[in-house]
């Protein structure tokens, strides 16, 4: 919770000063796609991550005339360690994971051209705008329900 709202709230808040001094830059903030819907199962961070997308929507705004870029990157599954932690296995996922590469490379092209929020890989971004809301958490419970009951039990000390 204090990683997705304090510690984004303090860097945005430290750098961007800086930045506005200096009347150029840009902010990346990481958020998820899905997370103003709720994401079961990681329905905290999914919380936290609709924080991180209001606070850098409005910080677009705030620092637009300011010179200074802020964009928010709404990630889907993104081939990243976390994943295993899920108990995901990259290579039998319903969806491919995205690679980190592609997710890098498309959130820092919208924050050349000052976009307020950018969902990488063109799939996602055709599912965001087609699936409702209820089908899509349904999707999502599923999957990391699945990988969360693939996990193994918790050594007992
Ligand atoms: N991978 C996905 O499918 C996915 C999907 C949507 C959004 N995201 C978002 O993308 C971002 C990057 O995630 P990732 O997939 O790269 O996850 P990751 O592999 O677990 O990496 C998370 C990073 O955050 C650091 N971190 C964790 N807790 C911290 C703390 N309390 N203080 C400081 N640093 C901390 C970790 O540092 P250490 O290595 O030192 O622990 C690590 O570098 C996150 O904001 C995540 O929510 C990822």
Known sequence: MRLNTMAHLDIAH?????LAKRGRGGLILVGAMGAE??????ANDGAAKAYVHS???????????LGVYVTVLAAGFTNTEVLEK????????PMKPMSVEQCVSEGLNALRVNQS?????????IMN???????????EAD????????RPAPAIA
Request: charge should be positive.
């Open 14 to 18: 430290h750098f961007g000063a800086k």
């Open 37 to 42: 819907n709720g994401i079961p199962r990681i």
């Open 55 to 65: 606070l850098g929507e409005a910080l677009h705004y705030e620092f637009k005339p």
């Open 86 to 93: 899920f108990g995901f296995d990259p290579k039998t996922m």
């Open 117 to 125: 929020r950018i969902i990488p890989g063109r799939l996602n971004r």
């Open 129 to 139: 705008a087609l699936v409702p809301a209820s089908v899509a958490r349904k999707m």
């Open 143 to 150: 999957m990391i329900g699945k990988a969360q009951a693939s």
